[in-house]
């Protein structure tokens, strides 16, 4: 099912995105509606899962969120990351970011 998201910035007193919320809707003639929403926040751990099945680079890796970067008019469009599994650093998509469930 295609889709679009929306994305809000939330910037400090400096001018750094501090977080962000992610939107994701359905696209329909009618009316769009809401499927999930996400608080993205700097320190948060989250998991890579891209909607697209053929993206399989980072899936389901845990990561730390350490910043924003933004595109050439302000937006935030990638995470830099670091990886729970190995320590190291990356970058992902923000819309491929999801909630972390904890297993019980």
Partial sequence: MRGF????????EQ???VKIQLQKYT???EKPELITSLDVVIGG?????PENPLKLKHRD????VHKFVEDHIGNPI???VKFKD??????????DLAALEYKK
Avoid: F, L, P, Q
């Fill in 27 to 29: 696209a329909s003639y």
């Fill in 45 to 49: 751990e989250y998991v890579v899962k």
């Fill in 61 to 64: 890796r845990i990561v730390t």
């Fill in 86 to 95: 190995n320590g190291r650093v990356g970058r992902v998509d923000v819309t």
């Fill in 78 to 80: 990638k995470a830099a």
């Fill in 15 to 17: 001018g750094e995105i």
């Fill in 5 to 12: 998201n929306n994305i809000n910035a939330y910037k400090d």
